[in-house]
């Protein structure tokens, strides 16, 4: 079981996801960038589009955090904390370019918080190894999705593109720590029906 200062730690950490307020180890990849100016359309879309990695983000910290609580070996524990951290910069670069581009996030934050979270702790019920092998299956299905984002967005859209991308790097990292820390893989139909869901979630926080 985590200890009561992990615990509380994991709490701070659930406050500051669904209220909004994130607080990056990193400097933004956007910092220094030229932001071009482009119409109110592309902007509106590239809020958008941002607003759903951003609303991925909430769901990742859920997910590492439900994991990071329920994990039986201490080194799979610290890896997983690590990646919730570097999680938590893209959250708070997600949200700066929201900002940047008039946007506003995800109104179903605390739910899609509690949804992955519940989530994240059934598969760190099922064990490390299946625990390991749902994340790296989700690092995996989000670096596809990033990929698609940036194949939609402007390609002047210079400072959106940086944090993607970077994020991305991250989301690779984070599945190759995975799968090296001894990650199952999954049978086809779970990857599936993962993917299911995700679409679902993205279709929805494009809008709401
Ligand atoms: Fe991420
Ligand atoms: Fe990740």
Redesign the pocket.
Known sequence: MPHLDSLILHFDRALRVVSGVHRASRPSPAEGVADRGRDDASRAHAAALMRVNHAGEVC?QAL?QGQALTARNARNRASLEQ?AR??ED?LAWSAARIRELGGRLSLLGPAWYAGSLAIGMAAGALGDRWSLAFLAE??HQ?EDHLTGHLAELSPEDHRSRAVIEA?RA??V???ESAVALGAADLPEPVKLCMRAMAKVMTTIAHRV
Request: glycine letters at 0%.
């Open positions: 990742a590492y990646a570097e999680e893209h989700t690092e989000v994020m991250d989301e990292r984070h599945r």
